[in-house]
């Protein structure tokens, strides 16, 4: 079965960096698109960044430009999310979703990170 | 930029009731690029619907959505104590994905 499960959170300070990562497993990786999407406490959710399955393209919220960068190591069925410069809008629950083989929307979500931007 | 409104914001309603969540977008859209998740308190959300209509695997056939343009729905026939949860609706354009506020159904 799919079972994506992220790792890599916790409490950095404003302006700072962290990178989160997106275990896979249950499915050929290298053949499926992949999604962060965040949610901050007590609000929706909100899409952060997609990367193509084979990493040659890649798409960005416009709130997380420039900021927030998005990869993937297909050789160990891992995704990324490099995030530099937090502020803390950036506090939220940030996912990994599986894109589908055909389609826009998100098939399978890891269970989430916590990523806390405070002094 | 489209924008997706749910409304309203909570839906209170009594077992086996007939719930209606509508969906409205700013403007019209592809009924093949608009899904529907379910979340409950403290957990990951969990597609319900995509294409507008189609049901994902496993979902129950109480659950069911429809619509096109600018107005969709996501209909659960006879609501259950385990469907309180907060329901969001999902859009694709142009490179983007966006979501809708979510409507959150109580059960008395």
């Known amino acids: 079965q799919v079972q994506l499960v992220e790792s890599g959170g916790g409490v950095v300070q404003p302006g700072g960096s962290l990178r989160l990562s997106c275990a896979a497993s249950?499915?050929?990786?290298?053949?499926?698109?992949m999604h962060w999407v965040r949610q901050a406490p007590g609000k929706g959710l909100e899409w952060v960044a997609f990367?193509?399955?084979?990493?040659?393209?890649?798409y960005y919220a416009d709130s997380v430009k420039g900021r927030l960068t998005i990869s993937r190591d297909n050789s160990k069925n891992t995704l990324y999310l490099q995030m530099n410069r937090l502020r803390g809008e950036d506090t939220a629950v940030y996912y990994c979703a599986k894109a589908p083989n055909i389609g826009y929307y998100f098939d399978y979500w890891g269970q989430g990170i916590l990523v806390t931007v405070s002094s | 930029e489209i924008v997706l409104t749910q409304s309203p914001g909570t839906l209170s309603l009594s077992p086996g009731e007939r719930a209606t969540l509508p969906c409205r977008a700013s403007q019209s859209v592809s009924s093949s690029y608009l899904a529907w998740y379910q979340q409950k308190p403290g957990q990951a959300p969990r597609l319900l619907i995509y294409g507008a209509s189609s049901r994902a695997t496993g979902i129950p056939d109480r659950f069911s959505g429809s619509g096109s343009g600018t107005d969709f729905t996501l209909t659960i026939s006879r609501v259950e104590p385990e469907d309180c949860a907060v329901y969001y609706c999902?859009?694709?354009?142009?490179?983007?994905?966006?979501f809708g506020q979510g409507t959150k159904v109580e059960i008395k």
């Open positions: 999902q859009l694709y354009v142009s490179s983007t994905w966006t």
């Open positions: 990367i193509r399955y084979d990493g040659s393209h890649k």
């Open positions: 249950g499915f050929t990786f290298s053949t499926f698109g």
